[in-house]
């Protein structure tokens, strides 16, 4: 059996999950590959050997099941410490494990903030769409429309929420560093998240997060900047 990723599947077999994103990117930096099974909101069923429901899952070719993309990335770097390493030592790890945390609770919900709406009716396949929508308006307590906005002044507020990342990237072309590592790919995936999602412009081409981001498309011979489905496999 070959390893397994299970991975959100999006509209036109788009893969935008941004957590999906963080483990692509960190299987590619290991040299690992590994077989994209592509799972809907509806398709719960296709993990349910991993005892929970949230994607993504890592099914190793052993029948080792990790889930949770901070835990897969450790996983991988303990894994498989004679491959090139995710962290770049303990402190390496530390610093990314901060990064996880303030991109999970600070960065997403901004983004959720600008593009929940067009998550619903441009990421999600259709068959997902009234699971989404029932679950996040009984979480938000309002409709995604009226949660939803995409307007000058909450990108301007996005924006200046950034400013952490900002300030890294003023002074290295890496978050860790002067080459990518797995603090890169926490972030990259939350853009490529909304990227994949709506056509909103996240960045201004000023910003040094936007140079940033441009450099992490061009990794991995391409990979970085398809979206995802031409490594997915049929389930
Ligand atoms: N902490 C988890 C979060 C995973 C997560 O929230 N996954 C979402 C998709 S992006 C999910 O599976 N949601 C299922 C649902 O909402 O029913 C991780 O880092 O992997």
Redesign the pocket.
């Known amino acids: 059996m070959a390893r397994e990723l299970y991975d959100?599947q999006g509209r036109e077999d788009k893969r935008f999950?941004?957590?999906?994103w963080?483990a692509r990117m960190a299987l590619w930096h290991k040299g690992l590959d590994a077989d994209f099974i592509p799972v809907q909101?509806g398709q719960?069923d296709k993990i349910a050997f991993s005892g929970q429901?949230?994607?993504?899952v890592l099914r190793e070719d052993d029948g080792r099941v990790v889930?949770?993309?901070?835990t897969?990335a450790c996983y991988l770097e303990d894994a498989y410490a004679d491959r090139p390493s995710l962290f770049g030592g303990a402190a390496g790890r530390a610093g990314a494990h901060f990064l996880n945390g303030w991109v999970?609770s600070a960065v997403h919900p901004g983004i959720v903030r600008l593009v929940l709406s067009h998550i619903h009716d441009n990421g999600i396949v259709e068959a997902d769409q009234p699971?989404?929508r029932t679950?996040r308006e009984k979480r938000l307590g309002m409709t995604l429309e009226e949660f939803t906005d995409s307007s000058e002044n909450q990108i301007a507020a996005f924006r200046a929420a950034l400013q952490l990342a900002r300030l890294t990237l003023e002074e290295t072309p890496y978050l860790a560093g002067p080459e990518p590592l797995y603090a890169d790919y926490i972030l990259f995936g939350s853009f490529k998240?909304a990227n994949l999602c709506c056509s909103l412009v996240l960045l201004a081409k000023d910003d040094p997060i936007y140079d940033w981001y441009e450099r992490m498309l061009g990794l991995f011979d391409g990979f970085a900047a398809s979206d995802g489905a031409a490594q997915g496999q049929a389930a």
């Open positions: 959100l999950s941004p957590f999906c963080r909101f719960k429901k949230l994607v993504l889930h949770d993309s901070w897969i999970d699971y989404f679950s998240w």
